[in-house]
């Protein structure tokens, strides 16, 4: 969906629309991507008969005007009238306008009935997300399926004076550190200090992973698989010396580019974070590692569809492999921190079980819950992060995050 929504690079007919109606589109399209299995559910209780077999683009019409109807804030009769119009000048759909009709206008007599009953009834995921969620979670399954219908706060990463920057943009200081925005009315791009540094977007649970080494002003740090920056960004406003290393030439111009507007300076490396070696042993290594990002449902529905219960055994010899060169970085006495974006359990923890069971020169070392205050339900018995999209709900909820802090012996 980010490619298909990019302003320089992604579908013509959606970078040919004003900026209002890109963001309604985008609007439409996350409403129906977090609600779709409730959706579909809906429009198969009032079809009288099965919609016919290879309908995807008809179905695909009433997905997005049920999304209007049941999730955003858009006249009912508009969307009705827009799905109608959509099926008679699509040849595909022509002799269906009808049933659009008809059904739409069902389902608005029936929303108020039905949709409370869906919501509690049907799990709001693709079939080997749930299977996934209630395996790995079982007491949180229901909530983190309902944070994930919700779109997610904006939460910026500051240089300093988060109290400062709350107070000008209209925002709060979360337990995390982070500043997380209210409204934002318009381009986040137009709001001060945007343009001079002074603070970048990044996820409240995003930004926990580089605040487990502490204080690091004057450490030398390598960050690996490095871009999109935010935790380089992190690490070097906190006064470290920091190489930020990443595979992909695009992603590390990115990199680079939000570096120059925030003014600040890391030293980048065009590698491949499993080959790389430092110039000298690191006082601490960042492994933000590649993974399967099921963590960042909530802002990248898509995932749940795009990854479709893929096996994440290539990821996980990737992340062995990563793990295992980190810990050749860093000198005696130094910290290493694995971070992955995701819920499954093989991505984070069985990861680390792993590395401690076959390599004595590094040993956990536990996070308290003080180090986290106001999150202590993210830190497990064997003293990790693990952050769930439902952790926090009440205040705009979080990414899922796995971090683990070990060091070198």
């Not at 601490?284 to 990248?300: E, F, K, M, Q, Y």
Request: one cysteine or more; a neutral charge.
């Amino acid at each position: 969906m980010d490619g298909l929504l990019d302003p320089g690079n992604g579908n013509p007919a959606w970078r040919a629309l004003s900026e209002q109606d890109r963001s309604l589109v985008r609007a439409i399209l996350q409403a129906t991507l977090r609600n779709l299995p409730i959706i579909d559910a809906f429009i198969d209780r009032l079809v009288t008969r099965p919609l016919p077999e290879g309908a995807v683009a008809l179905r695909h019409t009433l997905r997005i005007a049920a999304a209007q109807i049941l999730f955003l804030d858009i006249p009912a009769h508009a969307a009705v009238n827009i799905a109608v119009e959509m099926a008679r000048g699509d040849p595909r759909n022509r002799r269906f306008f009808a049933l659009v009709n008809a059904l739409l206008r069902q389902m608005i007599r029936q929303k108020n009935e039905e949709l409370p009953q869906l919501q509690s009834q049907v799990t709001n995921a693709p079939a080997w997300l749930g299977e996934l969620v209630e395996t790995a979670y079982p007491e949180r399954a229901s909530a983190i399926f309902e944070a994930h219908r919700h779109p997610p706060a904006i939460d910026l990463s500051v240089k300093n004076d988060a109290e400062g920057w709350a107070a000008k943009l209209g925002g709060r200081v979360t337990s995390t550190g982070s500043v997380r925005l209210g409204q934002v009315d318009g381009p986040i791009t137009d709001l001060e200090g945007f343009a001079d540094g002074e603070w970048w977007v990044q996820d409240a649970a995003a930004s926990i992973p580089a605040r487990l080494f502490g204080d690091i002003s004057g450490w030398r740090v390598a960050d690996l698989c490095a871009a999109p920056g935010g935790k380089t960004a992190q690490l070097a406003a906190a006064g470290a010396e920091v190489i930020a290393v990443e595979r992909a030439e695009g992603r590390l111009n990115r990199l680079q580019e939000n570096l120059r507007r925030l003014k600040l300076g890391a030293a980048t490396v065009a590698a491949d974070a499993a080959k790389w070696q430092p110039p000298a042993p690191a006082d601490a290594v960042l492994l933000d590692a590649p993974c399967s990002a099921t963590g960042t449902l909530r802002r990248h529905p898509d995932i749940a569809y795009l990854k479709a219960g893929r096996d994440v055994s290539g990821l996980t010899k990737a992340q062995d492999a990563l793990l295992a060169k980190a810990v050749s970085m860093v000198k005696p006495g130094g910290l290493l921190v694995y971070a992955v974006c995701s819920l499954q359990p093989e991505e984070g923890p069985a990861r680390i079980a792993a590395l401690l069971a076959k390599d004595d020169r590094v040993e956990r070392l536990p996070i308290a819950a003080e180090e986290l205050p106001g999150l202590a339900e993210a830190v497990t018995p064997e003293g990790d992060l693990r952050s769930l999209p439902c952790h926090l709900a009440e205040k705009g909820g979080l990414d899922g995050f796995y971090a683990c802090r070990l060091r070198r012996l």
